[in-house]
T-cell receptor
Framework: ETGVTQSPTHLIKTRGQQVTLRCSSQSGHNTVSWYQQALGQGPQFIFQYYREEENGRGNFPPRFSGLQFPNYSSELNVNALELDDSALYLC?????????????FGQGTRLTVV | EDQVTQSPEALRLQEGESSSLNCSYTVSGLRGLFWYRQDPGKGPEFLFTLYSAGEEKEKERLKATLTKKESFLHITAPKPEDSATYLCAVQAWSGGYQKVTFGTGTKLQVIP
């Protein structure tokens, strides 16, 4: 158990809809990152938040957006869903600023877009 | 653009047969190189972080090493429970932003 929880575990949405995925970080962690993992591929970095500010972003379009809250929980929002957005979405929490970048992942949310 | 390449894509070992997994990378502003283990349907499990060339870390049957261009994950006398996909990732600074790049992984199968 990593202490990082994601909800929901599975989700089915229709193309064009919007979705919000949630992540509760491990206690004491101030940084959260989100990843998209297609079947048989490595995780692709979407973005990272440190103390409620975005401080890292991968090659994803603006319809992928996020929030980090004062309690360091986080949301990933995806607008105008496309079929290719079907994937496992992972969040990872870490404690930045201490020279330690060890990250702990949740179990993921499996999103299917039909 | 940052690149991470892992080899081989798949590896089948007999129990007790030691081997190494490779992760070669091209990145500027490296903050750290990570190794993770991922079981089917689960999130990656952290194994190691390496920060500078020459660094080595060990955990049970696993040992990770780092050079300026690649990292190796050595598996000594593996057991069937070591079967999993092993992922390598690099974290780097780019234009004031942090970015993490994963490889596609090596799928390891250890046969009793």
């Amino acid at each position: 158990e990593t202490g990082v929880t994601q909800s929901p575990t599975h989700l089915i949405k229709t193309r064009g809809q919007q979705v919000t995925l949630r992540c509760s970080s491990q206690s004491g962690h101030n940084t959260v990152s989100w990843y998209q993992q297609a079947l048989g591929q490595g995780p692709q970095f979407i973005f990272q938040y440190y103390r409620e500010e975005e401080n890292g972003r991968g090659n994803f379009p603006p319809r992928f957006s996020g929030l980090q809250f004062p309690n360091y929980s986080s949301e990933l929002n995806v607008n105008a869903l496309e079929l290719d957005d079907s994937a496992l979405y992972l969040c990872a929490s870490s404690l930045e600023g201490q020279g330690n970048t060890e990250a702990f992942f949740g179990q993921g949310t499996r999103l299917t877009v039909v | 653009e940052d690149q991470v390449t892992q080899s081989p894509e798949a590896l089948r070992l007999q129990e007790g047969e030691s081997s190494s997994l490779n992760c070669s990378y091209t990145v500027s502003g490296l903050r750290g190189l990570f190794w993770y283990r991922q079981d089917p349907g689960k999130g990656p499990e952290f194994l190691f972080t390496l920060y500078s060339a020459g660094e080595e870390k060990e955990k049970e049957r696993l040992k990770a090493t780092l050079t300026k261009k690649e990292s190796f994950l050595h598996i000594t006398a593996p057991k069937p429970e070591d079967s999993a996909t092993y992922l390598c990732a690099v974290q780097a600074w780019s234009g004031g932003y942090q970015k993490v790049t994963f490889g596609t992984g090596t799928k390891l199968q250890v046969i009793p």
